[in-house]
């Protein structure tokens, strides 16, 4: 008798553990590790990226890794319909609440999915926080998608054969050719 308790007690705990694992290696870890991690841009860096943006009006523009959408909110509120891009689900749902909160929810938008997978012909301005690995790879998406005379700011990270048009405080201007 108290060998089968044990013995059930085991296969719960096993149970349990396996489901842990399940969730972790399956969900937690692919979200954590795909993509860059989240750093929130800056105050002084958002104006600068909005000033590089020369947004005119009916641009569309995107954020690439758009976090907790401060910058899609930055973007709306200068006068484009601004989109976002976030893998991760708590910041898409944040984003989306603090688009809420600032009442520009016919202007910004966040998408919970991956840009990699999406055509970015549609956008006039693109907009990313990189990390140093995803360049290259950035690099000839944008150069391949984007229309002509597209702006392209970068913060923080540069592309390693696309020559930048303007440089300040870290963040780079480039325009498709």
Do not use: C
């Amino acid at each position: 008798m108290n060998l089968i308790i044990v013995l059930l007690l085991f296969l719960i705990l096993f149970f349990i553990l396996f489901s842990f694992l399940f969730f972790l290696f399956g969900a937690i870890l692919p979200m954590i590790f795909y993509g860059a991690i989240y750093v929130p841009t800056d105050k002084e860096k958002i104006k600068t990226i909005i000033r590089f943006a020369e947004i005119k009006p009916g641009e569309k523009v995107v954020d690439l890794g758009s976090g907790d959408g401060r910058l899609v909110i930055a973007l709306a509120k200068a006068g484009a319909e601004a989109h976002g891009y976030e893998i991760n689900p708590f910041l898409a749902w944040k984003a989306r609440k603090n688009i809420s909160k600032a009442k520009i929810e016919n202007k910004a938008f966040i998408h919970w999915k991956s840009f990699w997978k999406e055509d970015l012909s549609d956008f006039d301005v693109v907009v990313f926080y990189g990390i140093n690995y995803i360049m290259r790879r950035l690099e000839k998406k944008l150069k391949r998608e984007l229309k002509k005379d597209a702006r392209v700011i970068s913060n923080a990270f540069n592309f390693p054969n696309w020559p930048q048009i303007k440089k300040e405080d870290g963040v780079y201007l480039y325009k498709n050719n």
